[in-house]
């Protein structure tokens, strides 16, 4: 019978104002969905599972860099079923003997992020920029971000895949088995803006409109325990991540791809 080495979880409704809309719709895919993938897992005697959370929506706001022990206090319930999919998975641990790592992503960001898709301010950026359209910024644009390359997160999931099969300590509590991922540096949305338009020259100014429900004012990420089990550094800055995503886009004209957080 099949018998997976490890189940790598990527799979959720990543719309916070859709869970703010629908929160059963969003616990129904995002918790409940999760948590089938687990039983399967046991069921299948998978020796490993890897559970990408969202350090931006677990923690709430963050004016100062969040450590993976710092308190939950989740504004959406998009960030509620994270927080409460990791507490499933310490469960399944202690309960089953599933092992398992979660990484707390910072903003994801990079080439085949899908533009026309419900989250990912690079990509709408990148994408309205090229069209020559206008930029719509929601709120002030000085929240803030850790934004973190598609290539430095899929070099995480491989450190936490080797994490799994080490003589890691048995944690006690989820906390110890979770790591930030991100770039350890905060970006202002409006600054983020000024970069891209650097790179693609904005022929119609940005407007604002009014923030929306279940965003927040600043996330930032303390990545120090990554680098320290894992082994993890980010290695691509944000000039260099957002070049190579308008190059993308170029050269697909924005065609949808694989969506990212």
Same mark, same amino acid.
């Given at each position: 019978?099949?018998? =997976? ?68 206090? =989740? ?39 899908? =533009? ?5 301010? $690079? ?27 598609? $290539? ?18 048995? =944690? ?63 290695? $691509? ?25």
């Amino acid at each position: 019978s099949f018998r =997976p080495h490890v189940v790598n979880h990527h799979a959720a409704q990543i719309d916070i104002r859709r869970s703010v809309e629908d929160p059963v719709f969003d616990a129904e895919v995002n918790v409940i969905g999760s948590v089938n993938l687990m039983q399967q897992a046991v069921r299948n005697r998978a020796e490993g599972f890897i559970f990408a959370s969202s350090g931006g929506a677990i923690y709430g706001e963050t004016p100062h860099p969040a450590v993976e022990t710092a308190a939950k206090a =989740p504004i959406s319930p998009y960030g509620a079923a994270k927080a409460a999919v990791e507490n499933y998975l310490f469960a399944y641990r202690k309960t089953f003997g599933l092992n398992s790592v979660v990484l707390r992503y910072a903003n994801v960001y990079g080439p085949r992020q899908d =533009p026309a898709g419900e989250a990912g301010v $690079v990509s709408i950026f990148t994408s309205a920029l090229i069209a020559g359209g206008g930029v719509t910024i929601f709120g002030s644009g000085y929240q803030v971000r850790d934004y973190v390359f598609v $290539v430095d997160v899929a070099r995480a999931n491989l450190l936490a895949r080797d994490r799994l099969f080490s003589d890691m300590q048995t =944690p006690r509590n989820p906390d110890e088995s979770a790591f930030n991922i991100g770039s350890g540096r905060a970006t202002s949305v409006n600054a983020l803006y000024e970069e891209l338009a650097k790179i693609i020259p904005a022929s119609i100014a940005a407007v604002h409109a009014k923030s929306r429900p279940g965003e927040l004012m600043e996330s930032r990420l303390d990545i120090t325990r990554g680098h320290a089990v894992l082994g993890f550094s980010p290695r $691509v800055k944000l000039a260099d991540g957002l070049l190579q995503t308008v190059a993308w886009q170029k050269n697909t004209k924005g065609t949808s791809g694989t969506r990212t957080r």
